[in-house]
């Protein structure tokens, strides 16, 4: 039965305790074989997939997991869009790698990643036909900006141009929408996090205003005038810009004299929008620990994932906790 965030919040504390810590994951990075790892992950909820070598199926098995946390979620709330704030990425990924599957002629139905909302049925019909009864007005509009583009283009880049900057777009719609500044402010730390790496990679390749005009978003809280004044500037000058932002203490570790670490900065926004979602422990009413819970668990999973893959391809312990995302 689906009730307000008073019933809800009691439910996400509780699930909360179900959550790696920090010291089993620093016990699983110390391990010396995937016997050790299994024996840890007893008596947790990740019990019931250890079988034999269970490590070459992990992706299924963390698929799985973020899955099943959707649905129960699902249950219990009264507003799914807060649900989908966090999973529209992967609404928005099935977008395009279907889209392109759907262009070139190819199968790419093993690319798809569920997002608690539309399968790939649903996703694909509306991909072919450009209509839907299930998915929502903005993502059909999405779909059909893909086709308007594709009667005068047929690089096929251009469709993660168009459905980036339409994810972002509605990412601080439906933000605004919910009224929470914690969220909207996590929102507009992801949407500057993507415009400052793609305005980077623009200028390393030394594309046109035009084009990075047309790749940047406008829903940011840096404003996309200011990233453009920057165009036709050094990657020093723009860097030099950066340091001064309201991001440049957090974004120092990945920024070099001249060029950016992407790899870092990938690592650095994660733990940006973990900080951000802190407060919700001091929180019992309203989203914020429904959504800090989400991506709690999303982390775990990608930590669960750098672990798992990271051993077996003999990683050394300094390396694999070099990639781990903050607890």
Not at 27 to 36: D, K, P, Y
Not at 121 to 140: F, I, M, N, R, Y
Not at 277 to 303: C, D, R, S, Y
Request: proline share 2%.
């Amino acid at each position: 039965m689906k009730d307000t965030f008073h019933t809800v919040n009691p439910i996400i504390r509780i699930k909360e305790n179900e959550l790696l810590t920090e010291e089993t994951f620093e016990a699983m990075i110390q391990a010396n074989s995937f016997e050790e790892i299994q024996t840890l992950l007893k008596n947790t909820i990740y019990e019931k997939y250890l079988t034999d070598n269970f490590q070459f199926r992990f992706e299924s098995i963390l698929e799985k997991t973020m899955t099943e946390t959707y649905q129960e979620l699902l249950d219990i709330v009264s507003n799914p869009d807060i649900i989908w704030l966090y999973t529209m990425k992967y609404t928005f990924h099935n977008l395009k790698v279907l889209t392109k599957a759907e262009k070139l002629g190819q199968n790419y139905d093993y690319l798809f990643i569920p997002d608690g909302f539309y399968s790939l049925v649903d996703v694909k019909s509306a991909v072919q036909t450009g209509v839907s009864g299930v998915l929502p007005a903005t993502v059909l509009k999405a779909i059909q900006d893909v086709e308007d583009y594709f009667t005068e283009s047929s690089i096929i880049q251009g469709i993660d141009v168009i459905y980036d900057r339409r994810y972002l777009k509605e990412q601080r719609r439906l933000a605004e929408t919910i009224k929470d500044p914690v969220l909207l402010e996590a929102v507009l730390l992801s949407i500057d996090f993507s415009n400052i790496v793609t305005m980077a990679r623009c200028l390393l390749q030394n594309r046109t205003v035009g084009f990075m005009s047309t790749v940047l978003s406008e829903a940011g809280a840096i404003k996309k005038e200011e990233l453009l004044s920057y165009a036709e500037s050094s990657m020093a000058t723009f860097i030099a810009f950066l340091k001064k932002s309201y991001l440049g203490e957090a974004i120092a570790p990945a920024l070099k004299e001249d060029t950016i670490d992407f790899l870092q900065m990938d690592l650095i926004q994660e733990n940006e929008q973990t900080k951000c979602f802190q407060i919700a422990q001091t929180q019992a009413f309203g989203p914020l620990p429904l959504v800090a819970f989400m991506n709690a668990k999303e982390v775990e999973l990608t930590n669960l994932r750098v672990l798992i893959v990271g051993k077996r391809s003999g990683f050394t312990k300094q390396q694999i906790f070099e990639r781990m995302r903050n607890v």
